[in-house]
């Protein structure tokens, strides 16, 4: 895959992203209006609101995995320069990288856009957006599968490490 591909791959992912927030944001906006009493929604309208929002939601999660899937592709085929390029990280805040850093991880990391989104603190970039509910959900995982995963080492008496086993424990 080109330099010039990933970019437009990127480009019609991110359209999709920035369409999907912005119809989840208004329905949101509008539902919390509802709640507030500004505006007067019945059933058959709240409904559609809930619809909405579940039905962006699904793009997003689906744009996230789409991503994450892709940040492979596009790690083998562009350098840390051009992924930064890419995702419009502010030359500046390059340094603060890892510069072994891949694509997904540059989304995840908060830094796409960097300088475009400098101003607010609190406002991401619409990848990040897309990705961040994998994040939370890979971070809320119950501690059992999690520590299945989790490799343990012992030392030995002959100063090496050895895989240990871990121990079986019952969660309630």
């Known amino acids: 895959m080109t330099f010039a591909e990933c970019g437009s791959l990127l480009l019609r992912l991110k359209r999709a992203i920035r369409y999907a927030l912005a119809s989840r944001d208004s329905w949101v906006k ?12 019945n059933g ?3 409904a559609e609101a809930r619809q909405r929002i579940r039905e962006a939601n ?18 083998r085929s562009t350098s840390f320069v051009q992924q930064c390029d890419l995702l419009g990280v502010n030359p500046a805040d390059r340094d603060e990288l890892p510069p072994d850093a891949g694509f997904a991880a540059i989304i995840g990391l908060g830094f796409e856009g960097s300088a475009q989104y400098r101003i607010h603190d609190s406002e991401r970039g619409p990848l990040f957006c897309a990705v961040w509910p994998l994040i939370v959900a890979a971070m809320c995982e119950p501690r059992g599968e999690l520590a299945g995963r989790t490799k343990r080492y012992r030392l030995q008496p002959t100063g090496s490490m050895a895989e240990v086993e871990p121990a079986a424990r019952v969660f309630h």
């Open 30 to 41: 509008r539902s919390r209006g509802a709640r507030r009493g500004l505006v007067r929604l």
């Open 44 to 46: 058959a309208e709240h």
């Open 58 to 75: 699904a793009v997003l999660r689906k744009g996230g995995q789409h991503l994450v899937r892709i940040g492979d592709v596009i790690d």
